[in-house]
T-cell receptor, first 112, second 114 residues
């Protein structure tokens, strides 16, 4: 069975600074996908970035980038130039087949 | 652009009652997923459908059932409601079965069981 672990329940960062959220996962599959979702106070689930396991190149989406280490089963999210609107719950997710498994989430506070 | 529509947005029920949650996927999306997110918890996968057939099953209680209809919308039926069923229920859709297809989430239905 797949598992996703986010070891940081809460983090805070100063506006305009950089923060990294950690995520590790466990799977025996070779073909899968990893995602970071953002859930603001509205509780809408918003896709931030995705990574395909067979791609070695780390995904980047504007201020968001990942550090994907397949052998270590690690998938961290880096947010550069943090903005107040980045304050939210961030979920790391593993997708294989029809289901997506979410981590417990990291609550990020961006301070002015 | 059209998004995933869930109805109702809020639902209040008494214990032992039944509830039906509806999900209308993005047009041309043939796969629907249901998730349950309790207070302060991560979303838990319940069940998914592809082309009107159940494709995968997660931690869905036996009191719950779901189906996908010919127009690809899906309904989650919940019977003998318990206090612990109070949660945010998300529906997501994707345009295929491959996991690389991003799941687009609806705004959720907030169910409160009193």
């Amino acid at each position: 069975a797949q598992t996703v672990t986010q070891s940081q329940p809460e983090m805070s960062v100063q506006e305009a600074e950089t923060v990294t959220l950690s995520c590790t996962y466990d799977t025996s599959e070779n073909n899968y996908y990893l995602f970071w979702y953002k859930q603001p106070p509205s509780r809408q689930m918003i896709l931030v970035i995705r990574q395909e396991a067979y791609k070695q190149q780390n995904a980047t989406e504007n201020r968001f980038s990942v550090n994907f280490q397949k052998a270590a089963k690690s998938f961290s999210l880096k947010i550069s130039d943090s903005q107040l609107g980045d304050t939210a719950m961030y979920f790391c997710a593993f997708a294989g087949g029809f289901k997506t498994i979410f981590g417990a989430g990291t609550r990020l506070f961006v301070k002015a | 652009a059209a998004g995933v529509i869930q109805s109702p947005r809020h639902l209040i029920k008494e214990k032992r009652e039944t509830a039906t949650l509806k999900c209308y996927p993005i047009p041309r999306h043939d796969t629907v997923y249901w998730y349950q997110q309790g207070p302060g918890q991560d979303p838990q996968f319940l069940i998914s459908f592809y082309e009107k057939m159940q494709s995968d099953k997660g931690s869905i209680p036996d009191r719950f059932s779901a189906q996908q209809f010919s127009d690809y919308h899906s309904e989650l039926n919940m019977s003998s409601l318990e206090l612990g069923d109070s949660a945010l229920y998300f529906c997501a859709s994707s345009p295929g079965t491959d996991a690389k297809n991003i799941q687009y989430f609806g705004a959720g239905t907030r169910l409160s069981v009193l």
